[in-house]
């Protein structure tokens, strides 16, 4: 079974800063980590490479930088990893960060499974996964929290829900973004974090990728961001106090005016 | 205190450090509460190959030494010296094996114990043989090719939880300490049982119980170097373990220290942060001096033991002694700067008094620590002697 893991080097913090000139995040100051939806998926795939046996491909678009999410994603039991990097690449929407994954995997050719976290923490679109599958022309399972039965054609998955879970078969290959209640990621081991040290990460350009350079970067994003903000924390609400019977006409009267 | 650790060392106690704060920490005080042994952490520990790191690679170890073994229980410590007691007791029960076994022995128990899929534990105490080690009873008589041992040890760290036992017996009555053997029995063996479980002060999530043999027969294969040798092969294993112990008192220290700076930046007591008051800048001065003064000497002590060197029974006792003199004193003044809180067991510092105590007792009570320095302090000046 040959796995590919899709992951994406973000910064380690909840409160995402946007600068309100470029709309782009501020890296500058913050520590990068693995999205942490992505160590889900990191940890699916090495378990699944314990059930079935294989090779597990981590796979990450963005800066060199990024180079380290690789090295830890093979200290949590990846295989391999690739950068795909290029500042062709830069200013790419989920569209084209998509299209760009989906001309890297396409060149590794041999795949049973792609996992990706169900979104990124600092972008929040949950696309790409998505976006890739479409690229790719093969099916895709979102929110997946646990994989039932998996062989070398079919899988078998639970797809969670608002009210509960789908139970969903599949041909092989196909993709799923998995949510954070499919496992609990693993510690990275002392040898694998040896292997991820002299581990020699492969580095693809657009080029090697093969990619039509008009589907790149800024220039081939559809996506035109206007406005980017924090919006505005809620005001408390109002309280009434008083006699019952006072404050429920008061508060009839108040539905009244706002007309609902 | 830069302690010029090598990348490895460096690598391995950062692993140590995220596996205390992220899986250890949460737990500690539950495991303190319950006793009951933390066999989810023991398998992340397993998981993290650091089980091996003092293990030789040829059996399945990262191949390092007391010095790693030491960086790595402190960490583990700094979070629950309870917990961290199961990873170091199967240090203690291993170094029998490590420092004296065949290499048939070493290639038959090592690997399990690197993978940590083993824990080991050492059984030398008895009812009446605390400090005065030399007058256990427990028995070990050869019959063909094996041993049949009798005896009851007790308060044995890891007893019950360990598949590995090293036990210290007696196969020469007549010869006083030179008739001490030292065996490996696994658990299960016929004729071995475990006594109830120890209710303890600290550590309490560490397994203490009675290791109970009753004409257990033990293969001959497993007998450790050979008969005689049973006190030289404890002796040596209490000069390396002791580091250990050293180890986890420091790590229990600052664990208490840790505690107890934050609480003094944020307790407001006469309208100001009690950290802004001499006189507990004082103590956590005094108290940071003294944990960094423990670590250096647990970490020379740790070299020097894996330098090589021959006589180390003296520098090894007084990291024992220093060190965990220093939890005490560290745990006991952290309990002191949170007041009223530091008593109540919602907060976590008294439990770091209860687990600093322990280690002024066992592996050699710091009264037998003394003996032992004094001791070749006075054959080094008697050499001296023209």
């Known amino acids: 079974m040959n796995i590919i893991v899709c992951i994406k080097q973000v910064p380690n913090t909840t409160d995402v800063r946007i600068d309100p000139a470029t709309n782009t995040l501020i890296r500058d100051g913050v520590e990068s980590v693995i999205n942490p939806f992505d160590t889900y998926a ?11 046996g294989g090779k597990v491909t981590a796979i990450t678009m963005g800066p060199p930088q990024a180079e380290s999410a690789l090295k830890e994603a093979i200290s949590l039991g990846c295989d391999e990893g690739i950068l795909v990097s290029d500042r062709k690449f830069a200013g ?32 929040d679109t949950a696309q790409v996964g998505p976006g890739i599958s479409a690229h790719l ?12 039965e998996i062989s070398a054609g079919a899988a078998k998955v639970e797809r969670m829900t608002e009210e509960g879970y789908d139970i969903v078969e599949t041909p092989l290959p196909c993709l799923f973004t998995v949510v954070k209640e499919i496992n609990t990621p693993r510690m990275p081991s002392f040898k694998g974090m040896m292997r991820a040290k002299s581990a020699k990460i492969l580095k693809w350009t657009a080029d090697d990728i093969e990619a039509d350079p008009a589907a790149l970067g800024l220039d081939g994003s559809p996506t035109r961001v206007v406005k980017i903000f924090t919006p505005e924390a809620r005001k408390g609400g109002e309280t009434l106090s008083g006699a019952t019977d006072d404050v429920s006409k008061e508060l009839v009267e108040l539905l009244k005016d706002l007309v609902i | 205190m ?70 790595i229980t402190e960490e583990f410590s700094r979070a629950c010296g309870g917990i961290a007691l199961g990873y170091a007791g199967t240090g203690l029960g291993t170094f029998p094996i490590l420092l004296y076994g065949s290499d ?34 427990t028995t070990a008589v050869k019959d063909g090719d094996q041993y049949i041992l009798n005896g009851t040890k007790q308060w044995i760290t890891n007893a019950g939880e360990a ?111 009690i950290s802004s008051f001499q006189a507990i800048q004082h103590m956590l001065a005094d108290m940071g001096t003294q944990v960094e003064a423990a670590r250096a000497l647990a970490y020379a002590t740790a070299r020097m033991v894996d330098s090589g060197a021959k006589s180390i029974s003296k520098e090894s006792a007084m990291s024992k002694l220093f060190a965990s003199d220093v939890a ?59």
């Open chain 2, 163 to 273: 598949e590995v036992y090293t036990v210290i017996a007696i196969t020469d009555k007549t010869k006083g300490s030179r008739g001490a053997s030292a065996f490996i029995v696994e658990k299960g063996a016929k004729g071995m049982e475990f006594g109830k479980k120890e209710k303890k002060m600290g550590i309490r999530a560490s397994a203490t119980r009675e290791v109970i043999f009753t004409d257990c027969r033990v293969p001959a294969a497993n007998l450790i170097s050979k008969e005689g040798m049973g006190f030289i092969v404890a002796m040596k294993t209490l000069d390396n373990s002791r580091p250990g112990v050293a180890a986890q008192a420091v790590g229990i220290a600052q664990g208490a220290l840790d505690h107890a700076v934050e609480y003094a930046r944020t307790r407001v007591q006469f309208g100001a942060p």
């Open chain 2, 2 to 71: 830069d302690y010029l650790l090598t990348e490895q060392q460096v690598m391995m106690r950062d692993l140590a450090r995220k596996i205390a704060d992220e899986k250890i920490k949460p737990v500690a005080a539950h495991y303190d509460e319950t006793e009951e042994f933390a066999w989810p952490i023991m398998k992340i520990i397993a998981d993290s190959d650091l089980f091996g790191v003092y293990i030789p690679e040829q059996y399945g170890g990262l191949g390092g030494g007391v010095m790693d073994m030491c960086l």
């Open chain 1, 137 to 148: 022309n093969i099916p895709q399972v979102t929110y997946v929290k646990r994989i039932v």
């Open chain 1, 92 to 123: 790419s929407d989920t569209w084209a960060t998509s299209y760009t994954l989906a001309a890297a995997i396409r060149k590794i050719t041999d795949f049973d499974v792609i996992l990706c976290g169900k979104q990124a923490s600092d972008g």
């Open chain 1, 42 to 52: 990191i940890e699916e795939a090495a378990r699944l490479k314990e059930r079935c």
């Open chain 2, 104 to 137: 048939e022995q070493k290639q038959r128990f090592l690997p399990d114990i690197a993978k940590g899929k083993r824990l080991a534990a050492f059984c030398i105490t008895e009812a009446g043989a605390g400090s005065d080690a030399g007058s256990i009873k």
């Open chain 2, 328 to 386: 005490m004193k560290v745990a006991n003044d952290a309990v002191q700067i949170f007041g009223g809180y530091g008593y109540m067991r919602d907060y976590p510092v008294e439990k770091y008094l209860r687990d600093a105590k322990i280690t002024q007792i066992y592996e050699g009570t710091n009264q037998i620590q003394r003996n032992v320095i004094a001791g070749h302090m006075i054959k080094e000046s008697l050499k001296k002697q023209p």
